[in-house]
């Protein structure tokens, strides 16, 4: 004979992998990468210091 299946548990999992595989979409979509990260701070820190080499006192 079979074992018996939880439908709860079925359900439950199932509901767990489409908001995991909506979040990892969602991440993909409008994440930034790493580098992206580093890039965007490199140039704000550049245009922080051109803006302080340009001040008069």
Not at 15 to 22: C, G, I, M, S, T
């Amino acid at each position: 004979m079979t074992q018996p299946v939880n439908l709860n548990r079925f359900r439950k999992e199932k509901a767990r992998a489409e908001k995991r595989r909506a979040g990892d979409e969602n991440a993909a979509k409008h994440g930034r990468s790493k580098a992206e990260r580093a890039l965007d701070a490199a140039r704000a820190e550049k245009a922080r210091r051109d803006l302080d080499g340009q001040r008069q006192e």
